[in-house]
């Protein structure tokens, strides 16, 4: 037997497509019990053998207890303990300080306060993210950090619209200018830039004049606007990418206004965070910080467009409301979360959107023949035998442009074991945790996986029995985040005779140089050859 060392690395999982799903009756209540032979899949309307299916339970801890650590000799290094409560659920809320308005910040902020002091659970983590990237705290289960810091957020004006300018144009009215050479929401723009700056429509240039200032004002409001957009859903792919590495439920909660995304840009965008957040396993829930929202014009608006203006003014606002509300509620249908809009009780809000569903499956399935030219495949999910229900999930995926191979599925299905909190026991092993304090500032921990090998599945080449065994150690600390972990790779090619005498199982040790602190332990172990796996966690305090 041969042994490597190396420090872990985790790449996200691209071979299997994930659907998050979660199915409603007509009060808007999760219906659990339900199997994988319930549902249909279509992937561009042929059906689809779904090879994965996944009951989430929420709300409900997925975390055994590990076993109490065997008890040592006197003077050896101190055994584990298992602390009280380990974090297994995680909220990231992420604030849209770019998009949204002052008052309407208040009232979320408000919200917020009230949402954050009474909601949390003991197991519960929470973070605060912005658009901007000026307020943030990571994970942790200070309330009054959480409510410090959703203080501290304020609207940011880098990409917001500025009002009042001639001509006064929208993000939604540019994109008609520029992008979809709309001529009648030119036209309307080239009278409403003659009307503010008071132009004779009988003067001989003055609609040419007032064509090329509303072509200009589109042009440069279209400008501010796609790069909002960019910043934006950027944004969010960074916070789902943060959550993947926490090991436990994960949900991202959006206050926004809603954001435009009407460019191909924007659209792979989009495609690309809901693809990261079904491999990661991430649910995405948002709240419309606007509540309900009207498009009457008021006095002084009145006054700033003609009548003709004013028209489609109103129609524009309308459109461009519901393309911004789209984009939030694509985000959350196709991860399985909850929208809620038009609506402003915003504490009700919070209460619904940052509440799991009781119960959501995953379904997955193989492409089979599919071309890896990044085309977009959409997916509708039904249940065969039910009627009357809602059905939230992903609605489609993009094709890869690249296969995996062997040794990449490894890293995945290692990947996505460590970032769980489920335990697996297709091998048997044995985990303890044990530590050595060298003085009041430091401490070696050591982890310590027995493997039984008699259930593992040899490959016989040349007389020996081949496989390879791959044992990830964890530590995250007590709010989940990741600290460090080391993978040992134990190469095996056994005699027949040597293995007979390998019945108690080998054990695989790891050493941490850690600091005093309570940290939980996550253990993964992987065959080669039969691919399975065991996962287990446990947790020390070192005082």
């Known amino acids: 037997m041969t042994q490597k060392d190396a420090a872990p690395t985790f790449q996200s999982r691209v071979n299997l497509v994930l659907v998050p799903v979660v199915v409603r009756d007509n009060q808007g209540h999760a219906i659990g019990g339900l199997n994988k032979d319930d549902f249909q899949l279509l992937d561009k309307g042929k059906p689809q053998v779904i090879s994965s299916f996944t009951v ?75 658009t901007s990237g000026q307020t943030s705290l990571d994970f942790t289960d200070d309330k009054t950090k959480l409510i410090e810091t959703v203080a501290k957020i304020q609207p940011k004006s880098n990409f917001q619209h500025v009002p009042n300018q001639c001509p006064d144009l929208s993000y939604y009215w540019s994109d008609l200018i520029v992008n979809r050479n709309d001529s009648q929401a030119l036209q309307a723009a080239t009278d409403e830039t003659m009307g503010c700056l008071g132009l004779d429509p009988n003067t001989k240039g003055s609609a040419a004049t007032a064509q090329q200032m509303a072509q200009a004002a589109a042009q440069r409001e279209l400008s501010v606007g796609e790069q909002g957009t960019r910043v934006t859903l950027s944004v969010i792919k960074n916070v789902i990418r943060r959550m993947s590495a926490m090991p436990g439920q994960r949900l991202v909660v959006i206050a926004s206004p809603g954001f435009l995304a009407p460019t191909s840009e924007a659209i792979s965008d989009k495609a690309d965070i809901l693809d990261l957040a079904s491999q990661t396993n991430v649910m995405i829930s948002a709240l419309n910080a606007r509540g309900l929202f009207t498009t009457n014009m008021d006095a002084s608006e009145k006054g700033a467009y003609s009548p003709t203006s004013q028209t489609l003014f109103a129609q524009y606002q309308r459109e461009s409301a519901t393309a911004t509300e789209d984009v939030l509620a694509e985000l959350a249908d196709g991860t399985g979360g909850i929208f809620f809009h038009n609506n402003n009780d915003l504490n009700a809000g919070f209460a619904r959107v940052a509440a799991a569903p009781e119960v959501s499956y995953v379904l997955g399935f193989s492409p089979q023949a599919m071309k890896p030219d990044g085309a977009f495949h959409r997916l509708k999910v039904s249940l065969l035998n039910r009627k009357g229900v809602d059905i939230q999930a992903r609605r489609g ?72 065994l791959t044992v990830v150690s964890v530590l995250f600390d007590r709010n989940g985040n990741y600290i460090t972990g080391l993978t040992k ?55």
Not at 99 to 123: E, G, S
Not at 428 to 436: E, G, I, Y
Not at 498 to 516: E, H, Q, Y
């Open 56 to 130: 989430v339970k929420h709300g409900t801890s997925a975390e055994s207890r590990a076993a109490a650590p065997a008890t040592t000799e006197p003077g050896a290094p101190t055994a584990a303990t298992l602390p009280p409560t380990n974090p297994e659920r995680f909220v990231a809320y992420l604030f849209d300080d770019l998009n949204i308005q002052f008052n309407d910040l208040v009232n979320v902020k408000k919200a917020a306060t009230l949402h954050l002091t009474t909601a949390l659970q003991p197991n519960d983590r929470a973070a605060i993210y912005t």
């Open 397 to 468: 995926y993009y094709a890869l442009k690249h296969t995996r191979n062997a040794e990449e599925d490894a890293k995945s299905d290692i990947e996505d074991a460590i970032f769980s909190r489920e335990e697996m026991r297709d091998i048997p092993v044995n985990l303890q945790t044990q530590f050595f304090k060298a003085d009041s500032s430091s401490a070696k921990l050591t982890i310590l996986a027995k493997v039984d090998l008699r259930p593992l599945r040899f490959k016989k080449l040349d007389g020996r029995n081949n496989d390879v």
């Open 489 to 543: 790779t134990l190469t095996m090619k056994l005699r027949d005779e040597t293995l007979a005498r390998l019945t108690s199982g080998v054990t695989i040790k790891a050493n941490f140089d850690v600091k005093p602190g309570t940290y939980v332990v996550r253990l993964v172990v992987r065959d080669a050859e039969g691919q399975a796996m065991a996962a287990q966690n446990s947790a020390v305090e070192i005082p």
